[in-house]
Structures are given as C-alpha cells and as structure tokens.
C-alpha cells in the first residue's frame, strides 16, 4: 500500500509551496484564485485525506466525541449511539 500523500506532494503537483498549500487547507488567510484552484485540484487528483491525528496535536482538540455507556448490546443505548452519530454526520465531528 502506497504512503498517503502529504502537503510536500501537494504543493509538488500544485507548483506552490507548502505554505500556501497549507494557506489553502486552513482557510485562515486569503490566497490568490489560480492558486487556491491548483491546489484544490491537486488535493482531489492524489485524493489528499488531512491526518485527524497530527491535526488534534497541532489544534489540541481531537473533534472526537466519547461516549460512556453500561453496555453498548442494550438496545436503549444502542439507540442512543446511533442517534448521536447521524447527529454528528456531515460535521468535523465524530463518534
């Protein structure tokens, strides 16, 4: 199985730096169209996935919502699991 790609072969397939790239995958500072669009199409072509890992040791926060039951079999708390994860689709959280 190949490595996952990292910024470095973003900004190599996008011909920016990885600042920028990182610029672009934060969107925490304005960069310009054309780079913004070469780097985005870069991401999609190596299907760039960001680490959730070494993303919650830079932020310190992992966006991981733990839940504590007595048994995960009982379908009270089954429910309830489920409940809280159709919750969380489609946000940066998960269960």
């Not at 072969?9 to 960069?31: C, H, K, M, Q, Y």
């Amino acid at each position: 199985m190949p490595n996952p790609p990292t910024i470095l072969d973003i900004a190599r397939e996008a011909g920016v730096s990885p600042s920028t790239v990182s610029r672009v995958l934060n969107g925490n500072t304005p960069v310009a169209d054309d780079k913004r669009d070469a780097v985005n199409a870069a991401v999609k072509k190596l299907r760039y996935r960001p680490n959730a890992s070494a993303q919650g040791l830079v932020w310190g926060r992992t966006r991981a919502v733990g839940v504590l039951t007595q048994s995960i079999a009982s379908p009270f708390y089954g429910d309830i699991l489920r409940g809280i994860e159709e919750g969380l689709a489609g946000s940066d959280y998960h269960a």
